[in-house]
């Protein structure tokens, strides 16, 4: 006997990593081209990011199944999470970014050229689709 309310929908195509990848680098690739903490970057930042909030907060997208239990190797990755959360608010609560300057600040020449602009964008844009589908 078929049951249609306990069958599970697949995947709409657009979801799928053939699909979602070319798309990313095509958008990493154009938000390459914008100066770095420009006003155009972070609207266009501001722009990619409200449309996957939407999504996330839609049920468009499929979900990804939730794990039971956390692994043994999470507290190896809040480790350096952990390091780098302290160091970034200790470096901004003494307010001297000459003498203790913040990883954004020092990250900002690596951002001035293109290429690692646009791989950053495309870290960023996977990361949160990793985090829409959960």
Known sequence: MDHPELAVP????WTRPAVMLPIFAFLSLLGGL???FSLEANIYVFTLGAV???LGLSQRVPRKPTPRRL???LAWWLLP???FVFFELSTFA???DKNYPTL???ADP???DYLPRAIFYFGWLTGFWGLVRR
């Open 71 to 73: 692994s043994r190797g």
């Open 94 to 96: 003494v307010g001297d």
């Open 52 to 54: 996957m909030m939407y």
């Open 81 to 83: 999470v952990g390091v």
């Open 104 to 106: 954004s600040l020092l």
């Open 110 to 112: 690596l951002l001035d």
């Open 10 to 13: 697949s995947a709409p195509a």
């Open 34 to 36: 914008l100066p770095s």
